[in-house]
């Protein structure tokens, strides 16, 4: 049986890690209250510690919980055998996932406030700047945001990028923009987008696959940034960015709810 503190201190690595974890139990076996019996699973379905009792019951856990950790609206769930064919068990998946990381190639007027919109979605927010004047409070007020003015290579390989972390890409030219990406890009990051026009990141694709960068991990990038919503100024474009990032985290299609809804079917 897990203590608290075998559990505490498996929930700490990987939050440092920046992965999730799920921490399994049994509820009921029958008519009998089990909770003792917990498993905990990590992202790739491998137990960490602990067990349910069983081999199999394990196994089945573990592939559900995977399953359960890649949709970032499950937290707390309760499965009995109307969705697992798991006799009459039924099992508590509780799901502790990292913070979530912001990080910022770009300390210009888009920059700011996509660090802003992040800040008030909950990121930790990280701003960089090979300029010292636009990684500075002056340009970030918030001393919740972390700030780094150095060179992007040099600030980027200084960070910790896991599955938690999400990745702009908003530097004043395209040169800072590739170098960036390059940078990052075989990373594993939950999300990296990289603003421009079709045909600039058009140019920065190709020029990477005549690099060596596999279709794989280009695909993995989102460029043009953003969702498509008409965005003009900094702030529209900040929300278009944070909408993308909310959608691959998430889940939706990105359309207007209303097309589908009842007023749109008023005859």
């Known amino acids: 049986m897990l203590t608290a503190k075998e559990i505490s201190s498996a929930i700490e ?16 076996k029958g008519d009998q209250a089990i909770g003792q019996l917990k498993l905990l699973v990590d992202g790739d379905g491998k137990a960490v510690a602990g067990t349910l009792g069983d081999v199999a ?42 913070p979530l990381e912001l990080i910022v190639c770009g300390g210009g007027h888009v920059g700011q406030a996509v660090a802003v919109a ?7 927010v990280t701003v960089i700047d090979d300029r010292a004047e636009f990684a500075s409070r002056d340009k970030f007020p918030d001393e919740q945001i972390r700030l780094i003015a150095d060179d992007f ?13 999400h990745i702009v890409i908003v530097t004043r030219g395209h ?4 170098i960036c990406l390059q940078e990052v890009i075989a990373q594993p990051a939950r999300y990296i987008g ?7 990141t058009t140019t920065i694709r190709e020029r990477l696959k005549r690099e060596g960068v596999s279709p794989e991990l280009l695909r993995r990038v989102h460029a043009p940034i953003g969702l498509d919503i008409g965005a003009l100024t900094p702030e529209e474009i900040a929300i278009a960015i944070l909408a993308e990032i909310v959608l691959v985290r998430r889940g939706g299609s990105g359309a207007p709810k209303s097309h589908e809804g009842p007023m749109a079917r008023a005859r």
């Open 118 to 124: 992040g800040r008030f979605l909950g990121f930790n």
């Open 153 to 165: 290579v040099a600030a980027l390989q200084s960070l910790k990028i896991t599955p938690a972390t």
């Open 13 to 28: 690595q990987a939050l440092a890690e920046g992965h999730p974890l799920a921490i399994v139990s049994v509820m009921t």
């Open 194 to 200: 990289m603003i421009g026009s079709r045909r600039r």
């Open 57 to 98: 019951l394990d196994e089945l856990a573990a592939r559900h919980a995977v399953s359960l950790m890649s949709d970032d609206r499950k937290e707390i769930v309760v499965v009995g055998a109307d969705e697992l064919p798991i006799g009459d068990v039924r099992l508590l998946f509780e799901i502790s996932r990292p």
């Open 175 to 178: 040169r800072h923009d590739e």
